[in-house]
């Protein structure tokens, strides 16, 4: 048995339909119209100890409510959910010895008690150990920086503080799963980066398993081996990050510095489908290419996209070095960010992606 499972989870909300303007208030008063909303619809879903999860899709997903469902706050309107072998919604206490949870938009810390004294209480709480909580709270103290606002209550905090004291509280009774709903939401690069390190640190040394939600796709490239794309309530992608890339990100971009311009470029491709040739510096609205200087510098700088399965980097180079000296150059690929662009556009469907999925999950 996997260590959480799913089968046709569904959540429906029943929503008011009303009217707009006051008009339609009333009218609804005496009409009183629902329709149901399929927020999940029908979620399977098996991650293993140890896995780290990115759940990902467009706002109104269902991403929040599905982790709800998983971590008992919501009662599901269908379908099954088991984790720890155990059912969240209704063995409640069992439930919340196994997991812990962060919400990035909320707190579980009490607002006017020192951040060390709401983690005392939580340890009362969770009946944690003693030198299970000392051994953490010094871990924690260190890896989260935590020391500078032990001391204050959670309404003193700036919002990175307060995430990280919300993930300390979260992991401190030694979760076999956290589940992260937006943990990195709104926070700057230092305190993403230092909660990043956390969670990999965790999930490294504990084993924690761990299953989040973000908007950051920088988060998801950092810290999951699994993507599961939901759309509308329901899976369209379940997978290896590594495979979506492989299969998805075909392009590659070369970025040259050349020491003489080569003029007409894109004569030494022509043969080559697939492959374009952009100066960057031109083709944008660069204020650089305005003076004389910065215009001899852009033709200096060629950028050359190809199809990876087309060509490869290296015939690229050898012809351009064929016509002059590559003093330097940098290959790009495209980041998991553009991938799942595509995919919420529509670009990619899904019967593609379901089938590179396969026997991945
Ligand atoms: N308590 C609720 N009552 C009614 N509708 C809800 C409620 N919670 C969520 N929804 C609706 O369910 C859908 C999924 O919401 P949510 O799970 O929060 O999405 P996500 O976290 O992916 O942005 C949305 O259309 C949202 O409006
Ligand atoms: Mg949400």
Known sequence: MSLIETRGLQ???????????LAGAVKHLFTQRYKDKYAVEGIDLRIEEGETVAYVGPNGAGKSTTIKMLSGVLVP????VLVNGLVPYK???ENAQVIGAVFGQRTQLWWDIPVRESLSLLRDIYQVPADTFKRNMDIFTELLGMEAFLHLSARKLSLGQRMRADLAAALLHDPKIVYLDEPTIGLDVAVKHRIRDFIKEMNRSKGTTMMLTTHDLGDIEDLCERLVIIDQGQIIYDGKLQEVKDTFARERTIHTQLSIPIPGAEELFRDLPDVSVERPGIAGNDSRTKGATGAVCDQLTLSIRFDRFSCTASEIVKRLMSHGEVVDFRIDEPGIEQIIRRVYDGQLDSAALSA????SA
């Open 11 to 21: 959540k429906v909300f029943r929503q008011a339909v009303k009217d707009p303007g």
């Open 77 to 80: 309107s269908g379908g099954e």
């Open 91 to 93: 063995q409640r206490m």
């Open 356 to 359: 590179a999925g396969k026997g």
